[in-house]
């Protein structure tokens, strides 16, 4: 049993990319440009991940761990090994990826039904799985690392599907290059810890931390520079701003990569490393995340595209995922990303339901210049769209943190470990503050986009009689999304709603922290148990208060909008424009690096090119002819060819004495004896 949990991951980790390899070299050639080629491997990884998980739950061992490594570089003193991991953390992360993955592979087949570049955006959705599922199953940071920037390379092609649009053209270069700078922090934490252990394997590391080989200042460092890896990754703050431009590639992507792939992997990256971070780190993860957590959630408050709505509910929800971390539940943020998938990739499917349907409406009135993407341009759905708008209530109920939805189980259990925290370091308020606050902010805006796009009059009748419910094989994900967001799976053997317990919490047990000083695992459950019910009153009483809002000033109208826009017209404006950040980013930090590029450019070509490299060709030019001059004029003509005359003088001189007479050569050897005698005589 225990070899097939390898074997059963390697196959779920090379189906994907055999896929891609398929479909990128003959994918236009086959049926159906070879889109069931994808959905064969894919699906093939979902079975594979469901007998796994299954085998997991009937083995019911917390601390279940296999791992298989091999040589990949042995230079002697210096070795790589590369490997695999298979836990209980594994196999929940492969089945996550493998069901969002098959979902988006068929709802995909409708939602680019007749794209130019069919057959390419599967095989991309392939290469993007791949990359995830090798990320999960890393046994060490050399691994995740190749995987991390194949996942970055991944997005950028199919953020970028339609780059004819220079908006998605622009968004995918913007996704790419964020993450680069996460990725070289991420890069210098690995340095510091390979320089310090000399493995990049999990397992040395943690024997290393533990018996003192890194520790102090350098250990945080190191820490802090692995985590940047996952602020780019999960848009954290300050590298948050790529997210939302993400939306620019298909739909189906969106869902893949905010639920299960790549801003999961961030908070999967954090998980895996939580062992090694020391307090001043995880205080560092704690701020960024909870910062994140109700910054993001400000801004999708005011925003009008559905999407851009999700796509900050996402970076806010990873936030809460990343305060977990740094609060010490990092299994709560596990949890969290676990039942985040679940319902962010539905309410994705559903975003792209109701674009799909806009749509084609819009299409069969010949209105090309209406954003079938803004939410002012909706309204009245909800009879029109009974199964997406339900699937989508679930979901929205579940992120709200309403119990009996799975959302609520894991806020819970993340805002009481916040809250354990701040009891035991008062100093460290902001941080339920922060949480708490999300939590209210995420059920107003939640709703609000259900209310303007499900309830109340169409704000465009003319179309909504050609707005329909999706194909099946869109609304099948759907279904299937928004029951999986129900508490009942997650409970399960002991289907209670406020219970705390079920399969995961019983499989996926806490590890101690290795760093000494930290507390133990034992000590952070003990505490985030004491605080649960003062958390989950609070939660419930702050998601309450926000659906109220939410309810009275969109369908009540006993609000207005409007009106409250006006009154704080400058904060509507700072949320809705971001905050400014990528004008400021631009300003700030992207002009002056063009001013600066151009700059160090002119001293490269008009001072070192023209003067010192061209400078130096000019004299090596002049030496070159001085030389050539003196070699042609003094070697060739004085020395070589000189001798050359001389020699041919004295042949012409000494040829007049070869007369052939015998008298002759007597009389020269005559004339030559008197001359040596006259000599020695001196």
């Not at 109920?397 to 189980?409: E, K, N, R, T, Y």
């Not at 219970?499 to 290795?514: A, E, I, K, N």
């Not at 015998?662 to 040596?676: D, E, K, P």
């Amino acid at each position: 049993m225990e070899n097939i949990f390898i074997k059963y991951s390697l196959l779920i980790l090379f189906l994907p990319l055999a896929a891609f390899v398929i479909q990128i070299f003959f994918g236009k050639r086959l049926p159906r440009q070879g889109d069931w080629v994808s959905i064969g491997a894919i699906s093939t990884t979902l079975v594979l991940a469901i007998t796994m998980f299954v085998a997991m739950i009937m083995k019911d061992d917390p601390d279940f761990y296999q791992e298989a490594s091999f040589t990949w570089l042995d230079m002697g003193d210096f070795e790589i090994r590369l490997g695999f991991l298979v836990d209980n953390i594994t196999v929940i992360m492969l089945l996550v990826v493998a069901l969002i993955s098959t979902c988006t592979h068929v709802f995909s087949t409708q939602y680019l039904k007749g794209d130019i570049r069919y057959s390419r955006y599967f095989a991309y959705l392939g290469l993007f799985t791949f990359s995830m599922n090798g990320i999960v199953l890393a046994n060490n940071l050399m691994s995740m690392y190749m995987f991390w920037e194949l996942v970055g390379v991944s997005s950028y092609l199919l953020i970028g599907h339609w780059f004819e649009k220079d908006s998605a053209a622009n968004a995918s270069k913007k996704a790419f290059l964020t993450n680069r700078v996460g990725d070289i922090g991420f890069f210098i934490g690995i340095m510091l810890i390979y320089n310090a252990i000399g493995s990049f394997a999990f397992s040395d590391i943690f024997d290393g931390v533990s018996s003192g080989l890194i520790a102090g200042s350098t250990l945080t460092l190191a820490g802090i520079g692995l985590f940047m890896g996952a602020m780019g990754k999960s848009s954290q703050f300050p590298l948050h701003i790529w997210l939302p431009d993400a939306m620019e590639g298909p739909t189906p992507v969106s869902a893949l990569m905010h639920a299960a792939t790549m801003v999961a992997a961030g908070v999967y990256l954090s998980v895996r490393i939580f062992p090694i971070l020391t307090p001043d780190a995880l205080l560092v993860v704690a701020y960024v995340g909870g910062f994140t957590a109700l910054f993001a959630a400000s801004i999708a408050i005011t925003q009008t595209d559905i999407k851009k709505v999700l796509a900050y509910s996402t970076v806010s929800q990873l936030g809460y995922m990343i305060l977990a971390v740094g609060t010490g539940v990092y299994t709560a943020a596990f949890f969290h990303l676990l039942t985040h998938a679940m319902f962010k990739a539905n309410l994705f499917y559903g975003s792209g339901s109701v674009i799909h349907s806009m749509h084609h409406a819009l299409h069969e009135k010949h209105d090309h210049e209406t954003d079938p993407q803004d939410m002012h341009n909706m309204g009245g759905f909800k009879d029109r769209m009974p199964i997406t708008y339900w699937s989508m209530l679930f979901s929205t109920l579940a992120i709200a943190g309403v119990p009996l939805f799975s959302g609520f189980l894991s806020k819970d259990a993340i805002l009481a470990g916040t809250l354990s925290f701040a009891q035991h370091h008062p100093a460290h308020f902001l941080l339920p503050v922060f949480g708490f606050a999300a939590a209210a902010m995420t059920a107003f805006y939640m709703f609000r986009m259900m209310f303007l796009t499900f309830h109340g009059k169409p704000k465009m009748p003319d179309i909504i009689d050609d707005i329909h419910e999706s194909p099946k094989e869109m609304t099948g994900p759907l279904i299937l999304l928004g029951t999986l967001s129900l508490f009942i799976w997650y409970t399960l053997p002991y289907f209670n709603p406020m219970s705390t317990h079920g399969w995961f919490t019983d499989l996926v047990v806490p590890s101690d922290s290795v760093v000494p000083g930290n507390p133990s695992a034992q000590q952070i459950e003990e505490g985030a148990h004491h605080a649960h019910h003062l958390a989950m009153y609070i939660s419930i009483a702050v998601a309450v208060l926000g659906i109220f809002l939410s309810w009275f000033t969109y369908i009540k109208k006993g609000l207005s909008a409007q009106a409250w826009t006006d009154r704080f017209g400058f904060l509507y404006d700072w949320s809705f424009n971001k905050y400014y950040f990528d004008e400021n980013y631009d300003k700030y930090i992207y002009q002056p690096s063009f001013r600066l590029a151009e700059r160090v450019a002119w001293i490269d070509w008009e001072l070192y090119d023209r003067y010192f490299i061209n400078g130096f060709g000019r004299l090596t030019n002049w030496a070159s002819k001085v030389t050539g001059k003196f070699d042609f004029d003094v070697i060739d003509q004085f020395i070589v060819d000189g001798t050359g005359r001389m020699a041919a003088l004295f042949g012409r001189k000494l040829k007049t004495i070869q007369t052939g007479k015998l008298q002759n050569y007597v009389l020269y050897v005559t004339a030559g004896i008197i001359i040596l005698m006259v000599i020695q005589s001196f």
